[in-house]
């Protein structure tokens, strides 16, 4: 089991920066892969970015050259970088964590960009 909690959600204007957190439940040396996702209402969730154990790392294009995935093993946290937000950015963002083929979500936490 991988327990996820997120943090760092809010709202920003449009341009502005925001940086979301994810904690594990254990050590992220352990997880296969982690993530994060996307939810606007009304739309389907989707991927944003993820990175694996090994370091290699993942982006939708709508956000390749604004957002930046990293991972602290240390802190077994991960964080996801915002920079340029857009009001299309808007988004409940939620951490995935892959473990052994099981997959493993975060309560979510909200993202709202003004314009």
């Known amino acids: 089991q991988v327990q996820l909690v997120e943090s760092g959600g809010g709202l920003v204007q449009a341009g502005g920066s925001l940086r979301l957190s994810c904690a594990a439940s254990?050590?992220?040396?352990?997880?296969?892969?982690m993530g994060w996702y996307r939810q606007a209402p009304g739309k389907q969730r989707e991927l944003v970015a993820t990175?694996?154990?090994?370091?290699?790392?993942n982006y939708a294009d709508s956000v390749k050259g604004r957002f930046t995935i990293s991972r602290d093993n240390a802190k077994n946290t991960v964080y996801l970088q915002m920079n340029s937000l857009k009001p299309e950015d808007t988004a409940v963002y939620y951490c995935?964590?892959?473990?052994?083929?099981?997959?493993?979500w975060g309560q979510g936490t909200q993202v709202t960009v003004s314009s």
């Open positions: 995935n964590a892959v473990r052994l083929a099981a997959w493993y």
């Open positions: 254990r050590s992220i040396f352990s997880i296969d892969a």
């Open positions: 990175v694996t154990s090994g370091g290699s790392t």
